[in-house]
């Protein structure tokens, strides 16, 4: 548990479902007020409300899209009309589709390019201008991925979009560190989620995704949330411009498991 979490205000974009949802509950754990955004997929959303008030917290639920500059906007003023403040914003919204590169529609570079970058910068944006607003010393956690570093064909609007959301988060740490704000990034592996779930759900492609994982499991989104609660907590009061990687070692050359090499 972390103390100093309790009546702190925490917006998560993308809260309906998995990491973001696990995240929106471990926060209402925490007796945090809890600002949960969803753009279309409702469902889930009532439950987590109703597990955090069980918990202790408060939580909300607001429909937007964080590509769109009024909707983001509106989203931070609701947490604060709300609940009168608003210390932690969670960029989490973000999507994926696999399609070889040289067959890549501009408009499915551009959605994904806009959830995933635009989203978060629209977040941070907002999130920044109302903590200096307000002089909060507050912080900003950006959902990137593993594939900030690693390289994935067929997904190159994914690894672009999660590259960008890497050099936005240690720009803006820089940027906003005398002020107090820190800016951090969390880079998932594999995780139980409903974006993964028609892939996890094929057991020819499950293996091949454990044996790239050192720990030899799919993480939960529950593993996922217990370090965005760290990295937002005082706990992490002097780590900012960093990605934590919670990928059971997959960004550690898993090929050379074994000894190989
Ligand atoms: C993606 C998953 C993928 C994982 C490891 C994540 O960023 O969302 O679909 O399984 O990276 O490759």
Redesign the pocket.
């Known amino acids: 548990m972390y103390p100093d979490l309790a009546g702190k205000t925490v917006v998560i974009t993308g809260a309906a479902t998995g990491i973001g949802q696990a995240i929106a509950l471990r926060f209402g754990q925490e007796k945090a007020n809890v600002v949960i955004n969803y753009h279309s997929n409702h469902d889930g959303v009532e439950e987590t409300i109703a597990k955090i008030k069980e918990a202790g917290g408060q939580a909300i639920d607001v429909q937007g899209d964080m590509s769109n500059e009024e909707d983001a906007q509106r989203i931070v003023q609701t947490a604060h009309d709300t609940f009168g403040s608003m210390d932690i914003m969670i960029n989490n919204a ?1 999507m ?1 589709n696999e399609v070889p590169s040289h067959e890549l529609s501009l408009d499915d570079w551009n959605k994904v390019i806009n959830v995933n970058l635009t989203g978060a910068f629209l977040g941070s944006r907002e999130a920044l201008r109302y903590m200096l607003k307000h002089q909060i010393k507050g912080n900003i956690i950006n959902m990137s ?3 900030e570093i ?1 390289p ?1 064909p067929h997904f190159v609007h ?1 690894t672009a979009s ?1 590259g960008g959301v890497k050099m936005m988060t240690q720009t803006l740490a820089m940027e906003y560190a005398p002020h107090g704000i820190r800016v951090n990034g969390i880079a ?4 139980n ?1 409903p ?2 779930a028609e ?1 996890f759900e094929d057991p020819e492609k499950k293996e091949a ?1 454990t044996k ?1 994982i050192p720990m030899g499991y799919i993480g939960e989104p529950e593993e996922i949330a217990a370090v965005a609660v760290w990295l937002a907590s005082s706990e992490a009061s002097y780590v900012t411009g960093i990605t934590l990687f919670a ?1 059971g070692g ?1 960004t550690k050359y898993p090929s050379f498991q074994g000894g190989n090499g």
């Not at 998932?188 to 995780?191: E, K, L, T």
């Open positions: 973000g994926e991925s593993v594939h690693i994935w994914y999660k998932p592996g594999a995780i989620t974006i993964n892939k995704v790239l990928d997959m």
